[in-house]
């Protein structure tokens, strides 16, 4: 099959394209040789979107910021040119920035002023680039946000950020940017930050915007899913170098660099669950006799109230139900806000739960202080999402992983055993002398399982672990979760977001909104055939990069709830597509279905009817 | 915002109750003052009895903590035990003498710390930044008596310029409200240099760059109001430690407040003076810890709108 070359047809149709990057480099003032960004050229067509996609350190973010002149003061633009209609730009981009081209970035509610209220900010914004002040500024500033499908547009103008969720933050954001009409909107990481179904909104925002104002995009992202669904030509960048540009169906169908290839293979839905079950055939990690074997986790009517400043209640878990079966992996997943991390600290008792209780192995779970306490830490552990934050930065990782084995007085030969932590999570026996801070992200994440296995304990609760990784990393990391469970007859719950990543490493799975599971079942019958209507969304949220897979999506309307206004009836009424009267006063209680399946929802279709569900577990 | 006021009040309360009662044990407890005031060999046991009894020092404890608060509710402190004078009527007279210095010098440590911060923060790491925080460090470490004294030394002895102290005109301020202006400028240009370098690290200020606004609007109105959110929980808090800095530069200069006050009555261990100094400090402090919060809560919506 031909493959047109990168000079070819495909990215300079146009005569002179809208944006054009030659020949960039971007080094240290203070050390130019080393290139942060070496010799990037780049083409956006007029009106087209233009991918960058990339690890952290690709210097993919670096390159969208040089187009703007807004690179970090230790760092310099040492070679290139950017142009707009082949115009060179000039230093500091005056009358550029947010007039021709406008930003938005990763974080909205951080990339906003904290102490300006939203209407000033978009009236600023207005009277900057177009001259208007006063009621005419005002009544721009609501056409704006109106533009962005705020609701309730007007009453917004006298909040402030932290009044509004991520996703109104970045819409507010998004207006900010039309506000000077621009041309190109550069998007970096415009979606991270945020919950998945607010990420389809989003998404599907900035195509609206596109197809209704001609406006040009050039989209940086980590997240090929994010990249595949809004832009049509995309570059791979890694370590400061464009390795393969092309149409984005092309690049995702036939990807030419090993590197795009082995990127796309990493992502979880295509990661072969074959090649992890064969990894698990590795002979069992030689435990010490007195380990014993799994041991299951039952969780009854666990309630967690908090009450903030004493007056608004917080239901931030509602009657769970659950049982964990000795050796299991039960995923968790929602939204932020939708309770499964206080759900995981529960279960480790790092928390009390204000009803219901917890039994690990038949046992209450103690979280008083004392030597009962000290026994029960042996016995689960939890990791959580930020490696570096858990790890004590002035011990080496060695060091740590003894000081538990002592701690605990696991073994004499500590040393020994601390080498066959690290060997069980894939470190070497070199990184026990390192400090965290000289660890990648990955091996930080490794270094904390190793030292959380260091206790033998027999129930992990894995918080987010993964999500703070690169995607090859990522790949990673998910597989040797897998791989430890085994060899060290783990029981688990898999709490994350992406329900792509627990679909991998699960047996079951939970799904959760706004302190209740909604439904739970077998993790692939969940992954291909949801029956709660949230689950649906959450999966169509997934953004696919097979062109074949993608298709209409039903996109949620509204914003993760806030657990502070718990609505009547089904909690997920409000944002459902299949909400009937009975929703709005009657909360579904979760029904047996088919399967080992269990669904909260009064729409489903009970196969079982009435069986309450923990009576069938 | 009204809950938080009330809670903020209360605490502050409380606070001032515990100082209350831990300044009257603690005086109490260091022994009896008619001792350390009349030579006790040679002065008649009568005479000795008439001074305890002048001062309740003959009640029992109790007694006398239940007149000690009623004096504070009626304003009255007792009488000075060296000249027998009313204790809130001296201490009165020297307020707004101690005033007039620490007014002054908070206005010149703003005018030294705020610009002299800032200056060093937007040109991070060239030859201004490390000028400025040489001298903040050599101002801070200077200690107030030696920099005093070769003022003095310098301007009122070999150049004669200045008086060497007292109190009157506008030249007797200058040394004093210099010396302590210096040390106190000192901390708040390093305090205000780590706040705006803070806030110019911020995503908010990438974004307002991004959307065309000039340098100084940005300044203006991105980075300053951020920076003050802390900085105001620190000279708030210098302006209650203004007062307690002021004792060795009042004795230096010979500056008749408050500090000198304290500083003598010590020495001569005036019980009533030295107790109603230390309530009134500690109420500054307090009144300044809770004007910090009040403030904090005014300039942060986050605080502000949730109450």
């Known amino acids: 099959m031909q493959i047109p070359t990168l000079s070819s047809a495909a990215l300079t149709a146009a005569d002179t394209p809208q944006l054009s990057i030659e020949g960039l480099s971007v080094a240290h003032r203070s050390a130019p040789q080393t290139q942060q960004v070496s010799d990037v050229s780049l083409i956006l067509p007029a009106g087209g979107a233009l991918g960058i996609v990339g690890e952290s350190g690709s210097g993919k973010s670096l390159t969208c910021l040089s187009i703007m002149d807004l690179l970090p003061g230790a760092l310099k633009q040492s070679a290139g040119v950017v142009r707009l209609h082949g115009k060179p730009l000039a230093p500091g981009r005056k009358g550029i920035r947010g007039r021709r081209i406008a930003m938005i970035f990763q974080d909205p509610g951080a990339t906003m002023n904290p102490l300006r209220r939203i209407g000033p900010f978009l009236s600023g914004l207005v009277k900057l680039h177009r001259g208007l002040t006063g009621a005419a500024a005002e009544a721009e500033a609501v056409r704006l946000l109106d533009s962005v499908r705020m609701p309730a547009a007007r009453a917004r103008l006298r909040a402030y950020p932290h009044e509004l969720s991520g996703g109104q933050n970045q819409r507010v954001m998004i207006a900010g940017a039309l506000a000077g009409d621009p041309e190109i909107l550069l998007a970096d990481e415009p979606t991270t930050a945020l919950d998945v179904t607010t990420q389809a909104q989003i998404l599907d925002l900035l195509a609206e915007l596109r197809a209704e104002r001609g406006m040009g995009l050039v989209l940086v992202s980590h997240d090929f899913g994010v990249i595949a669904e ?250 040797m979760i897998a791989d430890i469970r085994d060899r060290f007859n783990l029981t688990g719950i898999f709490i994350s977001h992406d329900i792509r990543v627990v679909r991998y490493v699960s047996d079951r799975i939970a799904v959760m909104y706004l302190g209740r599971i909604v439904e739970i079942g077998p993790a692939d019958d969940i992954y291909h055939a949801p029956k709660h209507p949230y689950t649906q969304a959450l999966l169509s949220a997934v953004l696919s990069t097979d062109p074949k897979r993608r298709k209409s999506r039903s996109i949620l309307r509204g914003d993760p709830p806030d657990p502070a206004q718990m609505p009547s009836g089904c909690p997920f009424h409000p944002r459902c597509p299949r909400a009937a009267a009975r929703c709005r006063v009657e909360t579904p209680a979760l029904q047996a279905g088919a399967d080992s399946r269990f669904t909260a929802c009064h729409a489903v279709d009970v196969e079982t009817s009435g069986r309450h569900w923990e009576a069938a577990a | 915002m009204i809950r938080f006021i009330f809670i903020r009040t209360i605490r502050a309360i409380l606070t001032a109750l515990t100082v209350v009662t831990t300044t009257f044990v603690v005086l109490r407890v260091t022994g009896d003052p008619v001792q350390s005031l009349l030579p006790v060999e040679t002065t008649p046991p009568e005479i000795i009895e008439l001074y305890r009894r002048m001062w ?252």
């Open chain 2, 56 to 307: 309740n020092l003959d009640q029992p404890l109790w007694q006398q903590y239940v007149g000690y608060w009623q004096g504070i509710f009626h304003g009255t402190m007792g009488r000075s035990f060296v000249d027998g004078r009313d204790v809130v009527g001296i201490i009165a007279e020297r307020i707004p003498i101690t005033l007039e210095l620490m007014g002054w010098t908070f206005v010149a440590m703003l005018a030294i710390g705020l610009p002299a911060g800032i200056a060093a923060a937007l040109n991070r790491g060239s030859w201004i930044d490390r000028l400025v925080m040489a001298a903040a460090v050599a101002g801070h470490a200077l200690p107030g008596y030696v920099m005093g004294i070769l003022m003095i030394w310098l301007f009122a002895v070999e150049l004669r310029w200045l008086p060497s102290s007292g109190y009157g005109t506008p030249q007797h301020l200058i040394m004093p409200v210099i010396t302590l202006a210096t040390a106190y400028g000192a901390v708040i240009a390093r305090f205000t240099r780590a706040a705006v370098l803070e806030v110019l690290g911020q995503p908010h200020v990438l974004a307002a760059r991004s959307q065309g606004w000039a340098g100084h609007t940005i300044m203006r109105r991105e980075v300053l109001p951020n920076a003050a959110i802390p900085l105001v929980t620190i000279i708030g808090l210098f302006l209650g430690g203004l007062i307690g800095g002021s004792v060795i530069v009042e004795w230096i200069f010979a500056w008749p407040g408050i500090g000198r006050l304290l500083v003598t009555s010590v020495a001569g261990r005036d019980l009533a003076i030295v107790q109603a100094l230390v309530l009134l400090f500690s109420a500054t402090m307090i009144f300044a810890n809770l004007m910090v919060d009040l403030a904090y809560a005014f300039l942060n919506p986050a605080i502000r709108v949730r109450g």
């Open chain 1, 230 to 479: 809004a832009a049509d030509h995309v570059a791979v960048m890694r370590a400061g170098r464009v390795v393969e540009k092309a149409p984005a169906d092309r690049l995702f169908s036939f990807p030419q660099h090993p590197y795009t290839a082995s990127l796309l293979a990493s992502i979880p839905p295509e990661l072969g669950r074959a090649s992890a079950l064969t990894s698990r055939k590795n002979p069992p990690c030689n435990r010490p006799s007195n380990a014993t074997k799994a041991i299951g986790l039952k969780a009854r009517g666990l309630s967690r109230l908090f009450e903030a400043r004493g007056r608004v209640r917080v239901h931030a878990l509602n009657g769970i139900d659950l049982t964990v079966q000795p050796g299991e992996m039960l995923g968790v997943v929602g939204e932020s806000g939708c309770g499964k991390s206080t759900f995981g600290r529960l279960l480790v008792g790092l928390d009390k739960p204000s009803s219901g209780d917890i039994r690990a192995g038949g046992k209450p779970l103690v979280i008083e202080d004392g030597e009962a306490f000290r026994n029960s830490r042996r016995q689960l552990q939890m990791v959580w999402q930020d490696p570096l934050s858990v790890l004590n930065p002035r011990l080496s990782i060695g060091h740590q992983i003894i000081e538990v084995l002592q701690t605990h007085r696991i073994t004499d030969d500590t040393q020994s055993r601390m080498l066959e932590l690290l060997q069980a999570v894939n470190l070497k026996a070199e990184h026990a002398s390192r400090y965290a801070h000289q660890l990648s992200g990955g091996q930080r994440q490794r270094a904390v399982i190793a030292r959380a296995l260091a206790v033998e304990p027999q129930i992990v609760v894995f918080d987010e672990p993964v999500s703070a990784l690169d995607l090859s990393v990522q790949a990673q990391v998910i597989e």
